[in-house]
């Protein structure tokens, strides 16, 4: 199974994972119709194309499959992604995205990290794409690889750790274009900007849980949702409490997980305790609504009893609701 390497950022927020990735993704593929070549079909971004045979995909390195239909299949296929039909549906993505192989530079590969960033309008889908980029990055084939993304040691990162560096970098763009469109003219479009950043911190927890991204771009999270001014925003606070409801055990260290590499005890203490501080600071504001002051007192008490429900399990529940149009 794959460990996941470390992940450095500086006090300015997120910093950037890896280098910038290019987007995009070219191929050519020949259609077997009426016995005779066709050239592929251009790609535009309101052609609306029926879905080809699902997952029916050929068998031989001659017959390559185009860009459009490898693009325009695996986003019907995430469309289709339910607990009830993961398996199959997972499967199905991961038999295009090893088309990769064939590739020198990742194109599909790449390509799939930012259709799964796209996807991730429904807060509630957030915790199965994550189990589906789990089990990318442990099925993925291994000799996948881009010659433009080397170690350290100038080696190939390949398979799943190819994959998993692709979408950090996407989760990484996405999370920063949040926050940065947040000053955009419009209400509407800062309101849904903002929405897509909370959005992506919900998904990188999920990941976080599965031991997909280290504590330390956790931390960074949390450092961004405390950053306000006046008010914090009611989003906001029902993402940080939501964090620390469902993974502040393990950042705390009460409770440890499997990373390779984790923050010390004295340090992840000295960073928790400043972000309760801050949380309590912020029950003191005037003007805050009673629902979040609420949500945030029961997610400090939750703490100060060693993050076991003071009650029930049941006593602290939050649901985030995001309209998208």
Same mark, same amino acid.
């Given at each position: =199974? ?5 992940? /450095? ?20 593929? %020949? @259609? ?5 070549? /066709? ?5 535009? %971004? ?16 001659? !017959? ?40 020198? !530079?990742?194109? $599909?590969?790449?390509?799939?990290? #930012? ?22 990055? *442990? ?5 996948? /690889? ?21 979408? @950090?970098?996407?989760?990484? *763009? ?44 956790? #931390? ?15 989003? %906001? ?6 964090? =620390? ?5 393990? @950042? ?20 928790? !305790? ?13 003007? @805050?609504?009673?629902? $979040? ?7 400090? !008490? ?12 049941? /006593? ?10």
């Amino acid at each position: =199974m794959l460990t996941p390497t470390t992940d /450095v950022f500086d006090k300015t927020g997120l910093d950037r994972l890896y280098n910038t990735l290019g987007k995009g993704a070219r191929q050519v593929q %020949e @259609l077997n119709v009426i016995q005779e070549k /066709v050239a592929p079909i251009e790609r535009s %971004e309101n052609q609306k194309v029926p879905v080809s045979a699902l997952g029916i995909l050929p068998k031989t390195t001659e !017959d390559i499959i185009p860009t459009y239909i490898v693009i325009r299949d695996i986003r019907e296929f995430l469309k289709k992604l339910t607990p009830e039909k993961f398996d199959f549906v997972s499967d199905q993505i991961i038999e295009y995205a090893n088309r990769s192989r064939d590739e020198k !530079d990742g194109r $599909i590969l790449r390509e799939l990290t #930012h259709l799964i960033i796209e996807g991730l309008k429904p807060q509630e889908i957030c915790a199965l794409y994550a189990q589906l980029c789990r089990k990318i990055m *442990e099925n993925i084939d291994p000799r996948i /690889v881009d010659e433009n993304v080397k170690t350290i040691e100038g080696k190939f990162i390949q398979g799943g750790a190819l994959f998993r560096k692709y979408l @950090l970098n996407c989760c990484q *763009e996405g999370f920063e274009k949040g926050w940065d469109e947040s000053n955009l003219v419009s209400e509407k479009s800062r309101k849904k900007a903002k929405r897509r950043g909370l959005g992506l911190i919900c998904f990188i927890s999920e990941l976080f849980k599965l031991n997909m991204v280290t504590e330390r771009i956790m #931390h960074e999270c949390i450092k961004k949702l405390l950053v306000f001014q006046d008010l914090p925003g009611e989003e %906001e606070m029902e993402v940080l409490c939501k964090l =620390m409801i469902t993974i502040g055990e393990e @950042l705390d260290h009460f409770k440890t997980n499997q990373l390779e590499k984790k923050l010390d005890y004295g340090k992840a203490k000295r960073l928790m !305790d400043s972000y309760f501080n801050a949380m309590r600071n912020i029950t003191n504001l005037p003007n @805050l609504p009673d629902r $979040i002051k609420s949500m945030l007192m029961s997610t400090i !008490d939750l703490r100060n009893n060693a993050w076991k429900p003071l009650y029930s399990p049941n /006593v602290i529940t939050i649901v985030i609701v995001y309209t998208y149009t």
